[in-house]
């Protein structure tokens, strides 16, 4: 059947879902800084990415109000009146990855989201941090997570987001995933290791088709594509034959984009959805779409710090990295395990305590964000208090306030993006003559002029 009739069945097979959660739509805006069942036929109600408050129909969608994220600092979801806006969040134009994400995802955040569906929450996030988020098919896309985070980087932000989801994160080169505990300790591993696969002596792979499938793509799909159009995408690029589609069930993803992405990423990325891998065939000119049969290995060769002996470093490793096989050998040791373990490795022998370590950050000061506002006739007084919940202190006399004709109860509709803090204010308090003084996390509020 043509992709369009499909789509157009597939749309008829969900017109009643749309009617009936209309009504359901919450409503939310933001302060910010920077399921699974398979679709076969007519009877089945909906595609695996669809969830309660976004309902998308060839193409288009219903979302619950949308509202920007800031690509630094600080994201807040506040509780305000419903408002309808066309279209779900955006997927993000140019993602960064290599480099440029690990750096990102290093980055502080600040925030706290409320009854926002997960589905969207990674896409808002994507868009204003400008990274692409892969949600496994089998994670709920509909569980709103509450989440507080005080200044921790982001990639701890999305790895809290997937533990309560039920789940895990793992960041390859081009993009963050999110998925099951097992599937995202493993998958970093999978790639390392068919990666590995195509200069092995046994497969004949010659140099330049390592080379084609070691080139990075940007891979990009559309709501309601199918997995299997997907894959037959990545191997269009690169001329690969895929035997055993017949292992890939039928079902309807959400859009996404793989950014400058290899060929054995594109492919595990979707695959592991699936608990499915693949062995190269053909000398790199095929794949044969198997089963997960045990857990990948990754070997390492791991220098000893100066002054730690084999025994204290094993002793160290083992206690913190359980997982690793560890073999003794004079001046390293051998270990064979999940690649993210052994990145961790040389930190853990080097702490002087034998534990990983963690960087604890505080609040970043107000000055040094950059702030993003977008609220519908919100109460100035409940921005600050959201504002509060980041670390920031506002200090001013109620009676002051009241007396100057200061109204913090007032309600503001108001736009602003990537704005430094003197900028944010000006627009936040417009019109109710407040005067403001910001020294680390602490703002004073006076009554007295319009603006500073």
Request: glycine share 8%.
């Amino acid at each position: 059947m043509p992709r369009i009739q499909r789509m157009i069945r597939d749309a008829c097979t969900m017109d009643v879902h749309v009617r009936r959660r209309r009504k359901r739509y919450g409503h939310n805006e933001e302060i910010d800084g920077r399921g699974r069942p398979s679709y076969g036929t007519l009877s089945v109600a909906r595609p695996s990415f669809l969830n309660r408050s976004s309902v998308a129909v060839l193409g288009r969608s219903l979302p619950i109000a949308p509202a920007p994220l800031s690509v630094l600092i600080l994201l807040l979801v506040l509780q305000a009146e419903a408002i309808a806006q066309p279209g779900p969040p955006d997927l993000p134009a140019d993602p960064v990855t290599g480099v440029k994400l690990r750096q990102d995802l290093d980055r502080p955040l600040l925030g706290s989201w409320e009854n926002v569906e997960l589905r969207d929450l990674l896409r808002r996030v994507g868009v204003l941090r400008n990274l692409s988020v892969i949600l496994d098919r089998r994670i709920d896309p509909t569980v709103q997570p509450e989440i507080q985070l005080t200044g921790a980087p982001l990639r701890q932000g999305f790895d809290q987001i997937a533990r309560m989801t039920g789940g895990g994160a793992s960041f390859p080169q081009s993009v963050v995933y999110i998925g099951p505990s097992a599937a995202a300790r493993t998958l970093r591993t999978w790639i390392e290791v068919k990666i590995a696969e195509l200069s092995s002596a046994g497969l004949q792979i010659p140099e330049n088709r390592q080379f084609q499938l070691l080139a990075r793509h940007n891979w990009r799909w559309d709501d309601l594509e199918t997995p299997g159009e997907i894959l037959q995408q990545i191997a269009g690029t690169t001329d690969l034959e895929i035997r055993g589609f017949e292992r890939i069930p039928h079902d309807l993803w959400a859009g996404a984009i793989l950014p400058d992405t290899t060929t054995p990423e594109a492919l595990a990325l979707v695959l592991i959805q699936f608990e499915l891998t693949w062995n190269w065939a053909e000398q790199g000119r095929a794949i044969e779409i198997v089963p997960i049969a045990a857990a990948p290995v990754v070997e390492r060769r791991l220098k000893l710090p100066r002054g730690l002996s084999a025994e204290k470093a094993v002793e160290r490793l083992q206690a913190e990295l359980p997982d690793l096989a560890l073999e003794p050998a004079r001046g390293e040791i051998l270990a064979r395990g999940y690649l993210e373990d052994l990145d961790e490795a040389p930190q853990v022998m080097s702490s002087a305590n034998g534990r990983r370590p963690t960087a604890l950050k505080g609040p970043e000061p107000v000055r040094n964000r950059k702030l993003t506002l977008r609220t519908v006739r919100t109460p100035i007084r409940a921005i600050l208090g959201e504002l509060e919940k980041t670390g920031v202190v506002f200090e001013y006399d109620a009676d002051e306030l009241r007396e100057a004709g200061v109204d913090l109860g007032a309600e503001v509709t108001v736009e602003i993006r990537d704005a430094d803090a003197d900028a944010f204010f000006k627009v936040l308090f417009a019109g109710q003559g407040v005067r403001w003084e910001i020294e680390g996390l602490v703002v004073r509020l006076r009554g007295d002029e319009i603006g500073k």
